[in-house]
């Protein structure tokens, strides 16, 4: 017995001895964003890293914070990423700790023309994780990262470092790093990167309070840099994602609107129709409508059909404007790759490797169908559903 005790505290010794050697958790420099842009002229890759306190790390458990919580950003230069980024920390005091990185935002010139190299050694960067958000954008990186949310709120709770929910606004989606390669490495199909910007929709006590917004998105075609649109010509892609969003959409003329929604997206179904050469795509999407607010009184039919008027347009829009960028931005080719393979390589072998497939003529059919559910309606004295009555505004 008295053996067995000199033994259990002999394997005891190493456990205590690392403890006592580890650094607490408060004594490192947190970085939770890293940016890359590229100086053409000195060819070197400039990284910028964001940095929080422990503080601004730690999920706030007490009142909102009375002012804004310190944000440090650093800079450093280099011919590739890992020397840029040795030389930013041999210059940090406190260390810098990685592991708690959770977006990369590239610059856009990095997005143009340096973009392939960037990802490739992004992925051999010992902190970098898969799951970590890839954004871009065309402001300055330092702005970014010292944007706040509103009320003070560390930068943790924007959109640089947070996804949204289902429920709110917004007309793109986050992508993490292994969600986008999956798509970035197929032969058809558009990716992107989501870019973010400065809004003045806020002020504080009548001064301007800038906020982060999607704007826009970079997107790529076979590993190729093909453009930018801003979010507004590609409102039409969110029927492509695969988890749904919502967002209110206001009906009627611009002047005079009649009715406020929400709609629910669905997953875009694809139909391919193979013609000789190449294939025509006709799609549906369905979605599921909640009525905000009733500014006049309209049928419920005149509601579904502007509804569904207004969608079918967006997608078409999103459509053509892919064509201006010789990009498939709806991803209907997936498609035709995935259930065709014969036909698609029969395609690549008679034409020209940068030819996209799709044409003016390629998407023949959009059809929208759209379930009003319920209304939430003052007028009426409960909740109810829509379907039990004729028309809403009958009694």
């Not at 050697?21 to 000195?42: C, L, R, S, W």
């Not at 002047?255 to 000789?276: A, C, F, G």
């Amino acid at each position: 017995m008295r053996h067995l005790k000199k033994i259990a505290l002999l394997l005891l010794i190493p456990i205590l001895t690392s403890c006592g050697a580890g650094q607490n958790i408060q004594d490192f420099t947190y970085v939770v964003a890293i940016g890359i842009d590229y100086d053409k002229e000195k060819k070197d890759y400039v990284i910028y890293t964001m940095a929080l306190d422990f503080s601004g790390v730690a999920k706030p458990e007490s009142a909102k914070p009375t002012g804004p919580s310190p944000v440090w950003i650093g800079k450093s230069s280099g011919k590739t990423l890992s020397e840029a980024r040795a030389k930013l920390q041999r210059s940090s005091q406190p260390q810098l700790y990685l592991r708690h990185v959770r977006t990369i935002l590239l610059s856009e010139e990095v997005l143009q023309s340096r973009f392939l190299k960037v990802t490739q050694e992004l992925g051999r960067l010992d902190f970098f994780r898969q799951t970590n958000f890839i954004l871009g954008t065309k402001e300055s990186i330092p702005d970014i990262f010292t944007t706040h949310g509103l009320f003070f709120y560390p930068p943790l709770y924007t959109i640089l470092l947070k996804p949204r929910k289902e429920d709110t606004e917004s007309l793109l989606k986050h992508f993490t790093y292994r969600e986008f390669i999956s798509q970035f490495y197929e032969p058809v199909g558009a990716s992107y990167v989501p870019s973010i910007g400065l809004d003045d929709k806020w002020s504080e006590n009548k001064s301007p309070y800038k906020d982060l917004t999607f704007n826009g998105a970079y997107f790529y075609e076979n590993q190729t840099y093909q453009g930018y649109k801003s979010v507004d010509k590609i409102k039409g892609i969110r029927w492509r994602e695969h988890a749904p969003m919502k967002n209110t959409y206001i009906l009627g003329e611009k002047e005079n609107p009649h009715t406020v929604v929400k709609v629910k997206t669905s997953r875009m179904d694809i139909q391919l129709v193979q013609q000789k050469d190449k294939p025509i795509f006709d799609v549906s999407v369905k979605g599921e409508a909640d009525i905000l607010e009733s500014i006049q009184n309209v049928s419920e039919a005149k509601i579904k059909e502007d509804i569904e008027e207004l969608i079918h347009e967006e997608i078409n829009q999103s459509f053509q404007e892919g064509l201006t960028i010789n990009s498939d931005v709806l991803r209907l080719g997936i498609e035709w790759f995935r259930l065709h393979k014969g036909s698609y390589l029969d395609y690549i072998k008679k034409s020209n490797p940068n030819t996209l497939y799709l044409d003016e003529n390629s998407l023949r059919n959009i059809k929208v169908t759209i379930n009003l559910h319920s209304s939430y309606n003052y007028k009426l004295k409960t909740r109810s559903n829509i379907w039990d009555q004729k028309s809403i505004y009958s009694k």
